[in-house]
């Protein structure tokens, strides 16, 4: 069996490396040839989120899309054409139609609710070559679709009758609790993310507030994006690095994950959850979406959606050093249960060997 996987980013793009590459090895392992192709570059992807660099994106987006047609030459050499969320970020599915056409076998993956309009603010200019309208057609031509919840299955189900829910999973070997620090003091409120999803921070900017002034050896740790607030002194604002990741979220005392509830963040697969719970790390998070699935009120974290109560489940875990222990514990034991790639790489390599054994 051979797979090529079209993938927007490179490694550095959060949404591939979990959804596509780290099952590379696992499929490998298993006799899968395997070859994935991002369509942004690593230096284009440096400056994909920056303002301005206009010129600059445009010459890197023109050589990146020379080099996603010579994917359909790939494409005549490999049985499964894997398709995490599009081939090609503007316009409609005309890579998508064309390797239909070829009569190549399509495994369409997506994460996120990419049939509504989004777009950073940073490339608002560009947001009227994008067509969300085209991930229907897309998911007609497949024969497997993989969501990341059970939100976009039932998106992907009024259009595919072959649909199947994977969630966003880690290796729970490599994400894990650190070693207990006797000498700490204070606590960490902690979160990490990326431009796109900083704003959410805004949201519960007045609660942290009344924290920070209530408690002066509390600090906030923003890991990825940048946050700032005149009435918080207390923030730490740090460059997201792979290779610092896992380490960033050990150094927190508590996760936490606001989102707005809205259409679009009911297709977020709630992977700052999965990470903080993997790393033991106790959760609060808005309760929308799949975070009701992931995350068990008062078991391994803590639901708020207003300021008095995201004030107050904060409060209980900088006040209980017990109750983030006890937390963090349950929560690392359901990542290893539901989460780990121990549970999701099977099904992974399953449903891609089904379609590759029907006619």
Known sequence: MKIL?????????????????????????????????????????????????????????????????????????????????EAYPFGGSMIESILYRMG??????????????????????????KNPGKVVKIIRMSKLVIAGNSYLKNFASKYNDNVIVIPSSLDTDLYKPARPDDIKTGVTIGWI???????????????????????????????????????????????????????????FDIGIMPVPDNEWARGKCGFKAILYMACGIPVVASPVGVNKEIIDDMVTGLFAR?????????????????????????????????????????LFYEGLKDIYRRA
Not at 43 to 64: D, M, P, V
Not at 232 to 249: M, R
Not at 323 to 332: A, H
Request: proline share 3%; hydrophobic share 40%.
């Open 193 to 251: 993310g990326s431009v796109t999803t900083q704003e959410f921070l805004a949201d519960i900017e007045g609660a942290l507030t009344d924290l920070s002034g209530r408690y002066k050896d509390l600090a906030m740790k923003v890991v990825g994006s940048r946050f700032s607030s005149p009435k918080l002194t207390n923030i730490v604002n740090k460059e997201w690095s792979l290779a610092d990741e896992v380490a960033d979220i050990q150094s």
């Open 5 to 85: 996987f079209l993938v927007p980013y490179p490694t550095e793009g959060a949404s591939n490396r979990v959804r596509v590459e780290q099952f590379i090895p696992y499929l490998n392992s298993r006799g899968v040839i395997t070859k994935v192709r991002p369509f942004i570059n690593k230096r284009f992807y440096n400056i994909l989120y920056r303002r301005g660099a206009l010129l600059e994106k445009i010459l890197w987006f023109f050589t990146c899309t020379v080099n996603r047609k010579l994917d359909l030459l790939r494409a005549l050499f490999y049985d499964i054409i894997f398709i995490h969320r």
């Open 104 to 129: 190549k076998k399509i495994v369409f993956d997506f994460d996120d609710a990419i049939f509504l309009p989004n777009t950073s603010k940073e490339n608002k200019y560009i947001d009227w070559l």
């Open 306 to 346: 207003t300021k008095e109560e995201w004030v107050k489940a904060l409060t209980m875990l900088i006040e209980n050093k017990e109750l983030r222990r006890s937390m963090g514990e349950k929560g690392r034991k359901k990542a290893i249960e539901r989460y780990s790639l121990t549970y999701t790489a099977p």
